[in-house]
T-cell receptor, first 115, second 115 residues
Framework: DADVTQTPRNRITKTGKRIMLECSQTKGHDRMYWYRQDPGLGLRLIYYSFDVKDINKGEISDGYSVSRQAQAKFSLSLESAIPNQTALYFC??????????????FGEGSRLTVL | AQSVAQPEDQVNVAEGNPLTVKCTYSVSGNPYLFWYVQYPNRGLQFLLKYITGDNLVKGSYGFEAEFNKSQTSFHLKKPSALVSDSALYFCAVRDIRTGANNLFFGTGTRLTVIP
């Protein structure tokens, strides 16, 4: 089983619908992240969390919200999806020691299409 | 401001030939630099990092990277390319602006190794 699991792996939805992407990890890491990947733009940070009580906005948080339900779970929500949120979304984790050197562990991605 | 540039969207190399994937950076202070690889339909995987010390850093799968402070570059290299090296490669720099040690990714370079 993967250390960082994302569900769903693929989702097609319509404009205006609420969507939740879920991430769970078995690595025991404190820090969790949500990124989106767009062709030609690389990865951009949406939100990050240092622990269940610490949630922070990344560079492109508008239109998104997150919830850290437990140390192992970090979900990303799109309250009212729009077409330009069509992208590949990645969850990642790191622990305190590894965070100091930057190593992130990624899930396999959730491809979201908003029609 | 922190930034990384990957000037080539696509690099093609023949199997067995040396490969180079370029990255230049702009940071305030000492750079913390990273390379990640993304295979098709997979999440990103950590390859190597430069924090301090020797300018030549060795990483996974036979890859290495050379830190050049005067040229503000951190190019990824491998002496002999394999077809299995075909993937999307991302350079990243640690973002010290927020104090959160988050990674700021380049736009990626697609490497194709031709048999």
């Amino acid at each position: 089983d993967a250390d960082v699991t994302q569900t769903p792996r693929n989702r097609i939805t319509k404009t205006g619908k609420r969507i939740m992407l879920e991430c769970s990890q078995t690595k025991g890491h404190d820090r969790m992240y949500w990124y989106r990947q767009d062709p030609g733009l690389g990865l951009r940070l949406i939100y990050y969390s240092f622990d269940v009580k610490d949630i922070n906005k990344g560079e492109i948080s508008d239109g998104y919200s997150v919830s850290r339900q437990a140390q192992a779970k970090f979900s990303l929500s799109l309250e009212s999806a729009i077409p330009n949120q069509t992208a590949l979304y990645f969850c990642a984790t790191s622990d305190w020691g590894q965070a100091n050197t930057g190593e992130l562990f990624f899930g396999e991605g959730s491809r979201l299409t908003v029609l | 401001a922190q930034s990384v540039a990957q000037p080539e969207d696509q690099v093609n190399v023949a199997e067995g030939n040396p490969l180079t994937v370029k990255c230049t950076y702009s940071v305030s202070g000492n750079p913390y630099l990273f390379w990640y690889v993304q295979y098709p339909n997979r999440g990103l995987q950590f390859l190597l990092k430069y924090i301090t010390g020797d300018n030549l850093v060795k990483g996974s799968y036979g890859f290495e990277a050379e830190f050049n402070k005067s040229q503000t570059s951190f190019h990824l290299k491998k002496p002999s390319a394999l077809v299995s090296d075909s993937a999307l490669y991302f350079c990243a720099v640690r973002d010290i602006r927020t104090g959160a040690n988050n990674l700021f990714f380049g736009t990626g370079t697609r490497l194709t190794v031709i048999p």
